[in-house]
């Protein structure tokens, strides 16, 4: 059992607060995966748990023992650097038997043991080259292997995608996902990449400032995010923000966008909304993929409207289209066979089912 | 411009064979680079090898040659006579024994403490280590001429409460030597180990290893041509070092070699110049076989860290 619980976790650089205070319950064979933007936190905080960093205040226990004071070979933890931080000096073999050899186990269960996470990794050709012989995405691999190797309580992934070129990464992503499938080691793992947060993750922790936003399964996040910045990190192209007014006329809500868009509140949501009627600093939030070219069969909820596109980025497979609401750039995508053209108007449908309020002064979606 | 049509012959053709050959100002501009610096290396070489090259000429002539009013560039009469000379004398023998076990003792210590001083003060992380490096740096700016005065003094009052003989012993030179090449060894070696990747030696404490273990099985080993230079450093220094065994070594069995070819070679205004010549040859020799040897190490040693990526 390897459960890992952080209990009110703090850390202060000097005076600078760089955790302030996290609580989290990581269950036994889970992967959770740390997210927010750069100065978060979520690096410092694996750092806490790996014991590479000093904790200020609360407590860390792995497996049910607390490890404040645990120095790092003695959790039982494994970690992957982003850049790699293989031993130059030693083949992949030495570089992933090193902690074994260490330890002092048996030189036949060492040749085991990397034999078999050579094999998981599909490196056993590579065992007797040098790091600098291997191309990155092979290194990452190197580095992984030298953590399973350990068969440790905890992985710990520190960024380990980011020195990837944008192919790799997403190769190499699938191929943490599998490995996991195969070891079901706890894992924790820290990245700035939403899209590797939600695609790996059996839950998704959001980091901001310090403190964590939300925790929840990738779809959690995305549906029902709890606060207006998890709403804006999750999903990319980001959720779209603009202000407006609720406004309440014969028992109906309505948003009211500057510049004249009025748009009916879907019925199940009226109720939650009501008390906010009339209040100030709202602000109306909806994604991308629910701004889209409007089509014959319009279903309740959904709403047509004009505007003048100012660029479209076509991909391939959508399109994603720009244009202003009063100063407020929006991004919506649409069908490539749409017609959206730069500098053109369109009909745009907005899904209003998909709607969030954020109220701007908590920052919290109502 | 007879120049630049030899250059555009052997220059890369990028325009492929059907169009003419365009040199840019750029490759002009690198053109005049180049040959300044074949010019200036040349006049560098020139300045730099003409001295050994004229130690080596003389240390071929016998007395009356290097007295007689011929061309000091050639030798009309080559012998060994001088090599022969110096070869046999246990003297001279006895100086390159010195200079060798205080060069190999010193070297050795050296290497053993700034290698742990530098492991600890750059990556130990404990209060007042950066003022530490520092302080160790400052050390070596003190110049040797400030401190051999004070230095006899000490020893003398070393001897006095305790007996202990240390001037006039080769040995005395076995404390002084360190105090020079231990501060800039230190440095270089935490500049060198400034350059390897924090995440390497937190990735052995993760893997188990202690602090003792981070430094033998990770550290030394990646950091080599940087102990490599800064024991080339400490030899030189040690093997050429003059005024502090001027000063505390006067006894003709004691001397190192810098020392000994001037005080046994030099009587009175008698300059046995063949022999002298011929003395520092060999006294360069072994420094001179180091860094042959070792120069590609010894550069990446002293440019590491300033490409740091």
Known sequence: MAQVTLHNIVKNYDETPAVRGIDLDIADKEFVVLVGPS???????????????????????????????????????????????????????????????????????????VENAARILDITELLDRKPKQLSGGQRQRVAMGRAIVRDPKVFLFDEPLSNLDAKLR????????????????????????????????????????????????????????????????????????????????????????????????????????????????????????????????????????????????????????????????????????????????????????????????????? | MTATATFDKDGPDRGGPTRPVRQGSMSRDRRRALYWSYFFLILFVIFFLTPPVYMFITSLKSSSEIAGATNPWWVFDPTLKNYEALLTSTEFLTFILNSAMVSVIVVSVTMVVSVLAAFALSRMRFWGSATLATGIFLCYLIPETLLFIPLFKMFAVVNEFTGIQLLNKWYVLLLVYPTLTVPFCTWIMIGYFASIPKELDEAALIDGATYMQTLTKIFIPVALPGIIAATIFAFTVSWAQFLYPLAFTTSSDQLVLPVGIVTSLIKGDVYNWGQIMTGALIAAAPPLVIYAFLMDYYIAGLTAGATKG
Do not use: W
């Open chain 1, 39 to 113: 100065g978060c936190g979520k690096s410092t905080t694996l750092r806490m748990i790996a014991g590479l960093e000093d904790i200020t205040g609360g407590e860390i226990a792995i497996g049910g023992h607390v490890v404040n004071d645990v120095p790092p070979k003695d959790r039982d933890i494994a970690m992957v650097f982003q850049n790699y931080a293989l031993y130059p000096h030693m083949t992949v073999f030495e570089n992933m038997s090193f902690g074994l050899r260490l330890k002092r186990v048996p030189r036949d269960e060492i040749r085991q043991r």
């Open chain 1, 170 to 366: 997403v190769q190499m992503r699938t191929e943490i996902k599998k490995v996991h499938q195969k070891v079901r080691t706890t894992t924790v793992y820290v990245t700035h990449d939403q899209v590797e947060a939600m695609t790996l993750a059996d839950r998704v922790v959001v980091m901001n400032a310090g403190l964590i936003e939300q925790v929840g399964t990738p779809n959690e996040l995305y549906h029902h995010p709890r606060t207006k910045f998890v709403a804006g990190f999750i999903g990319s192209p980001a959720m779209n923000f603009v202000p407006c007014r609720l406004e309440e006329a014969s028992g109906a809500l309505r948003i009211v966008l500057p510049g004249g868009h009025v748009f009916p509140v879907p019925a199940d949501r009226t109720q939650r909304y009501r008390s906010h009627a009339g209040g100030s600093d709202l602000q109306f939030g909806l994604r991308p993929e629910h701004i889209t070219e409007t089509h014959r069969n319009v279903e309740p909820g959904q709403e047509t409207f004009d505007v003048t596109l100012e660029v479209t980025e076509p991909m391939g497979m959508e399109t994603l289209i720009y244009f202003q609401v009063e100063g407020v750039e929006v991004c919506g995508r649409v069908n490539p066979a749409a017609g959206a053209q730069d500098g053109q108007p369109m009909r745009l449908l907005a899904d209003l089912n998909h709607m969030h309020l954020v109220d701007g002064k908590s920052g919290l979606v109502l």
